[in-house]
C-alpha cells in the first residue's frame, strides 16, 4: 500500500473533522433554539454548493503541469501547516485561549435566541438559513482546499473526498446522536496533528516542486515529520519559560456597506490562502521559492525547505506573542 496515500487519508479526514466540528457547533445552536428544519436546509444547500466546486475545479487543478503543481501546492500546504502549528503552539503554552465549543454554542444559542423571525422559501427562518448555510459554506471551503490541495498530487482526489466524506459522517452522526456541542473532540491536539502532517507534506512537496530530489525517496516524510515534531516540541518547552503579556491591537473596525463587507471577506480569504496568519513567514516562503526557481538550486539541495522551517517556526511565534516586560 501507497505509504503517502495512507498519510494523505488519515491528514485529511482528520484537518475536515476539526473544520466540521466548529461548523456542527454552530449548526446545533441554530437547530435547538430555532427548530432543526432550517438549520438543517441551509446546511444541506452549503455542501451542494461546495460538491459542485470540487466536481468542477478538481480536474481543472489536474490540468496543470506536475511540476508547477508540486511547488503551488507545496507552499500553499506549508502555510496552511505552519498556520495550524503556531496556534497549537500557542494553545498548547497558554498564549492563545484553548477553542471552547461550550461557549461558542452558548454565544449562538443565545444569539439566535433574540434574533428577529422571518420566513423565507417555503417557511424556512431566515436568520438559521442563513447563517448554517454561511457557517458551513465558509468552514467547508477549507476542507475544499484541503481536498483539492492534498488529492491534486498522485491523482489522489477520490481518496482525498473520501476521507472527507467519511469525516463529515462520522461528525454529523456524532453530533446529532448527541444534540450537543463536540466538546470531548481533543481539537488541539488533532490541530497539532494536521499542522504537523500538512507542513510534512508541504515541504516535501515545495522541494520537489523545485526540481530538488529527497535521499531515501518517499522514506524521507518519516525524517521530515520527526523533524517537525521535535522543533515544534523545542518551541512549546521554550514559550512555557515565559510568561505571557498583553499583546495591543491597534486595529479599529470600521462600518462598512454589504458590498464592501463582501468583498474584505473574499479579499481576507484569498490572503489567508497565500500568506496565512503571519505576514513574514508567508511572503519569505513564497520570496524563496521565487529565487529558488530562478537561479535553478542543486538537485542534492534537500535542506533548503527543512533549514527555513527550522528557522521561520520560532521567528513566527516570536511575532505572534507578547512576553511579560518584554519592551
Not at 490540468?63 to 501547516?81: A, D, K, Q, T, Y
Amino acid at each position: 500500500m501507497d505509504q503517502q496515500l495512507v498519510a494523505l487519508f488519515l491528514t485529511v479526514a482528520v484537518a475536515s473533522a476539526v473544520e466540521m466540528v466548529e461548523a456542527a457547533t454552530i449548526v446545533l445552536a441554530l437547530g435547538a433554539s430555532r427548530g432543526w428544519r432550517s438549520a438543517i436546509v441551509g446546511s444541506v444547500v452549503a455542501l451542494v454548493t461546495l460538491a459542485l466546486i470540487v466536481v468542477i475545479g478538481g480536474p481543472s487543478i489536474l490540468l496543470v503541469p506536475i511540476e508547477l503543481l508540486r511547488l503551488l501546492v507545496g507552499v500553499l500546504l506549508l502555510v496552511f501547516g505552519l498556520q495550524w502549528l503556531r496556534k497549537a503552539i500557542l494553545r498548547a503554552t497558554g498564549f492563545k485561549a484553548l477553542h471552547d465549543e461550550e461557549k461558542i454554542f452558548q454565544a449562538e444559542l443565545d444569539s439566535a435566541k433574540t434574533a428577529e423571525k422571518v420566513n423565507i422559501f417555503s417557511g424556512l427562518d431566515k436568520y438559521s438559513f442563513t447563517l448554517s448555510f454561511k457557517t458551513v459554506l465558509l468552514e467547508g471551503f477549507e476542507v475544499v482546499f484541503i481536498v483539492l490541495t492534498f488529492g491534486a498530487l498522485k491523482n489522489s482526489l477520490v481518496t482525498a473526498t473520501i476521507a472527507a466524506f467519511v469525516s463529515l459522517v462520522v461528525v454529523a452522526a456524532a453530533a446529532f446522536a448527541i444534540r450537543k456541542p463536540l466538546t470531548k473532540v481533543p481539537e488541539n491536539t488533532m490541530k497539532f496533528v494536521v499542522g504537523t502532517m500538512a507542513t510534512t507534506f508541504g515541504i516535501f512537496w515545495t522541494t520537489e516542486g523545485l526540481r530538488i530530489e529527497w535521499p531515501f525517496a518517499d522514506l524521507a516524510l518519516v525524517l521530515i515529520a520527526g523533524l517537525v515534531v521535535i522543533i515544534s516540541f523545542s518551541c512549546i518547552l521554550w514559550l512555557r519559560t515565559k510568561t505571557p503579556g498583553k499583546k495591543v491591537n491597534k486595529k479599529s473596525e470600521r462600518v462598512l456597506t454589504p458590498a464592501l463587507r463582501a468583498l474584505k471577506s473574499s479579499l481576507e480569504f484569498i490572503y489567508d490562502l497565500i500568506i496565512g496568519d503571519e505576514f513574514v513567514t508567508g511572503v519569505s516562503l513564497w520570496l524563496l521559492v521565487t529565487v529558488a526557481t530562478l537561479i535553478a538550486v542543486p538537485t542534492t539541495a534537500w535542506y533548503l525547505v527543512l533549514a527555513f522551517f527550522i528557522v521561520i517556526l520560532p521567528i513566527g511565534l516570536l511575532r505572534q506573542v507578547s512576553f511579560e516586560g518584554r519592551k
